[in-house]
């Protein structure tokens, strides 16, 4: 398979090589470490949440970090996968493919923003190289402040 010296990627296939593929494999799409650092310092906070879970039902996107009764759905972007303005460094290699990629991950962020709003969520995100501390306050303080609003209309 993708460890034989022998193996070639399918036609079409987003793997170059083999050492490509178990590289973007390797790639975790939940429970990186950014995200863990922020759950544990918000759940240290005494607020509950759940990991990975669609805020929407009908809409196949999940949040890092969701509190249903507040309404607010967190996401912690990596710099690479999503654009990050001060750290986003183009690809050197298969450039059109990966940089494509990122343009279309900027654009489902937004639109995912947008169709949030539209149902009366609050989407907070943050770089994956932002202080944990200062986004777990950030977002503790959200979370209060909308439980009290929803609690004094």
Request: glycine residues 4%; charged residues 30%.
């Amino acid at each position: 398979m993708a460890d034989d010296p022998q193996w070639e990627a399918p036609e079409g296939s987003w793997a170059s090589s083999a050492a490509r593929r178990r590289n973007m494999q390797a790639i975790r799409s939940r429970d990186t470490k950014p995200e863990w650092l922020i759950r544990r310092l918000v759940h240290a906070q005494g607020l509950r949440y759940r990991v990975s879970a669609r805020p929407l039902p009908d809409l196949r996107r999940t949040a890092d970090m969701v509190f249903r009764p507040a309404k607010v759905a967190i996401f912690v972007d990596g710099c690479y996968w999503h654009g990050c303005p001060e750290h986003y460094v183009p690809p050197k290699t298969n450039s059109g493919y990966w940089s494509e990629k990122v343009v279309r991950n900027m654009q489902r962020d937004r639109d995912t923003n947008q169709r949030l709003k539209e149902a009366g969520w609050l989407v907070l995100r943050f770089w994956e190289h932002e202080p944990s501390g200062t986004c777990a306050d950030i977002i503790a303080a959200t979370v209060l402040t909308r439980r009290a609003d929803s609690r004094n209309p």
